[in-house]
Structures are given as structure tokens and as C-alpha cells.
């Protein structure tokens, strides 16, 4: 499956993007998803996960309460909608398949990383 995430750009402190990520290719529904994210001179951070069905979630401590994933296997897409934006969200986002909707299977690609979007938070 090859994906392109779209939706970032310059938001002030305390601001909402929603980032969305196309799919093509086949059986999108078959995989389960991640976003993930790269700030300066930082290794890939993974964010979020949603299961196949897109009926479970599950994000990272430091954006739970903020960020939310969802996806639509109908349009294949998937989307992270960050809202109350911190200064530290600031990095280039990447949404990827994942090896699966456990713990240690979530943060693990399946391929490389494609066209992230860059969100930058700044005041």
C-alpha cells in the first residue's frame, strides 16, 4: 500500500490541524495503521495506532487527551486530528502501515516511510 499524508502547517500553541493520509492499492482494511513523527535531528517517534475495523485506538502518553486517529476504509484513508497543539508536536508526520495492533507490533512499519507533512507549532 503507498501513502501520502497531507494536512500540516504552522499553527500557534493550543491550535488544531487534522492530518489525513490517502492509501492506494489493495486491502487497505487488511492492515492496521500508525501515524508517526519526526522532529530535528530526533529518530521516527510512532504516535498512534487504530485497528483494522478502526474500532480500537490507542495513542502515547505524551499526546493522549489531544490527538485522536480514526480511518475510513471506504475512501482509504486515515486521519489524526491534534488539537490543544504544544510546541513539542512540532515535526514532520508520517502515517504507515504497522505490523499489527499489539504493543510492540504497532510501532513497527512495514515500510519504508513515505511523503510525511510537516506540522510546525510556533508562536
Known amino acids: 500500500v503507498q501513502l501520502q499524508a497531507s494536512g500540516g502547517g504552522l499553527v500557534q500553541p493550543g491550535g488544531s490541524l487534522r492530518l489525513s493520509c490517502a492509501a492506494s492499492g489493495r486491502a487497505f482494511s487488511n492492515y492496521v495503521m500508525g501515524w508517526f513523527r519526526q522532529a530535528p535531528g530526533k529518530e521516527h517517534e510512532f504516535v498512534a495506532a487504530v485497528s483494522w475495523s478502526g474500532g480500537s485506538t490507542h495513542v502515547v502518553d505524551s499526546v493522549k487527551g489531544r490527538f485522536t486517529i480514526s480511518r475510513d476504509n471506504l475512501n482509504n484513508k486515515v486521519y489524526l486530528q491534534m488539537n490543544n497543539l504544544k510546541l513539542e508536536d512540532t515535526a514532520v508526520y508520517y502515517c504507515?502501515?504497522?505490523?499489527?495492533?499489539?504493543?510492540?507490533?504497532?510501532?513497527?512499519?512495514?515500510?519504508?516511510w513515505g511523503q510525511g507533512t510537516q506540522v510546525t507549532v510556533s508562536s
Open positions: 504507515a502501515a504497522v505490523e499489527g495492533f499489539t504493543l510492540s507490533t504497532m510501532t513497527s512499519p512495514l515500510s519504508s
